[in-house]
């Protein structure tokens, strides 16, 4: 599958063998391939286990600095999070694998967006505990 997120790569879902065992790929680059298993892997076997709550939570906060993001597809900006869930601060380096273990939460940025400014309302998909 193509999906229209920025650099996300193949994904591709399929099942095998007589008992239909679910099988997904993923992107190949790691940053990619962990945001596809938030997004898409994660609910899946959550809904598979009959989970009540299948997506990560989601909070508004305010940008602390402008970011810029590709018209045309969505877009999901490694983040951190203010501790009381207010304002949200995209780390500067998007293309470093460091960036999933600094990162606490993502900017969730639709496919219309292209420069959202500073003290502009985005919506944050909330990867740490803590903020729930």
């Keep these: 599958l193509d ?3 920025e650099n996300s790569g ?3 879902y399929g099942q095998i063998g007589p008992d239909k065992t679910p099988v997904v790929t993923l992107p190949g680059d790691p940053i990619n391939a962990y945001i596809s298993f938030e997004l898409f892997v ?3 076997i959550r809904t598979m286990l009959g989970a009540s709550t299948i997506h990560r939570p989601s909070v508004k906060a305010k940008l602390e600095k402008a ?3 590709t018209s045309g597809t969505r877009s999901y900006v490694r983040a ?3 501790e009381d869930a207010s304002s949200v601060r995209a780390l500067e380096i998007q ?3 460091s960036t999933l273990s600094d990162a606490n939460s993502f900017i969730a940025l639709s496919e219309k967006d292209e420069t959202i400014e500073a003290g502009a309302s985005v919506n944050v998909v ?4 803590r903020y729930i």
Excluded at 126 to 129: F, G, I, S
């Design 3 to 5: 999906l229209a997120i």
């Design 10 to 12: 193949r994904h591709n």
């Design 42 to 44: 994660r609910p899946m």
């Design 67 to 69: 970011i810029t993001s």
């Design 80 to 82: 951190i999070l203010s």
């Design 95 to 97: 293309d470093e694998i």
């Design 126 to 129: 909330v990867l740490e505990r």
